[in-house]
Antibody, heavy 124, light 109 residues
Framework: EVQLVQSGAGVKKPGESLKISCKSS????????IGWVRQMPGKGLEWMGI????????RYSPSFQGQVTISADKSISIVYLQWSSLKASDTAMYYC?????????????????WGQGTLVTVSS | QSVLTQPPSVSAAPGQKVTISCSGG????????VSWYQQLPGTAPKLLIY???KRPSGIPDRFSGSKSGTSATLGITGLQTGDEADYYC??????????FGGGTKLTVL
């Protein structure tokens, strides 16, 4: 059974750093891209970026480029999303999701499995 | 404001049919596949339709998808109260970004 299990909720202060994780099981991590999606309170889904754990090829949405870092440790089947300096506006639910299909730039694919979400709250 | 435009809300009575539209452009829907996601209250999104009109295993045939030009449509027949959720369309864009629509809240009256 394919599962993506995310790390627990966190409360941080502005300026602090944070790294959240997404652990995959039930399939070969190095065969699929994993993406991150933000959902701010009461708002819709926003794609942040995507990584291919097999070779760490990473693509970012222009809106999130330079704001976050996506990385992977394929030896333990975990993909990470990290911030070096959080802002209050980073308060949101963050989902990881598996991309199934061709390479993202091929235009063919979808997010077929999703993690349960990690709630990040940034408040002074 | 999302590049993919969806109506903010739709509603219909139990047993009825509803459609949700997703309008984009030639750089996204016009040249790429569309998927649809259902997000029940307080839960993670779930894949409902992929490759414009295919259903993953376990998704009932009450849900259907179609695409024409730069627009896509999700159809739901035999509405149930359990279908109340937010629905999002998704696709890829030539700017090398994945896109989601703004979401549509379905109310089953």
């Amino acid at each position: 059974e394919v599962q993506l299990v995310q790390s627990g909720a966190g409360v941080k202060k502005p300026g602090e750093s944070l790294k959240i994780s997404c652990k995959s099981s039930g399939y070969s991590l190095t065969s699929y891209w994993i993406g991150w999606v933000r959902q701010m309170p009461g708002k819709g889904l926003e794609w942040m970026g995507i990584i291919y754990p097999g070779d760490s090829d990473t693509r970012y949405s222009p809106s999130f480029q330079g704001q976050v870092t996506i990385s992977a440790d394929k030896s333990i089947s975990i993909v990470y999303l990290q911030w070096s300096s959080l802002k209050a506006s980073d308060t949101a639910m963050y989902y990881c999701a598996r991309w199934s299909g061709g390479p993202p730039s091929s235009g063919w694919g979808n997010f077929d499995y999703w993690g349960q979400g990690t709630l990040v709250t940034v408040s002074s | 404001q999302s590049v993919l435009t969806q109506p903010p809300s739709v509603s219909a009575a139990p047993g009825q049919k509803v459609t949700i539209s997703c309008s984009g452009g030639s750089s996204n829907i016009g040249n790429n596949y569309v998927s649809w996601y259902q997000q029940l209250p307080g839960t993670a999104p779930k894949l409902l339709i992929y490759d414009n009109n295919k259903r993953p295993s376990g998704i009932p045939d009450r849900f259907s998808g179609s695409k024409s030009g730069t627009s896509a449509t999700l159809g739901i027949t035999g509405l149930q109260t359990g279908d109340e959720a937010d629905y999002y369309c998704g696709t890829w864009d030539s700017s090398l970004s994945a896109l989601f629509g703004g979401g549509t809240k379905l109310t089953v009256l």
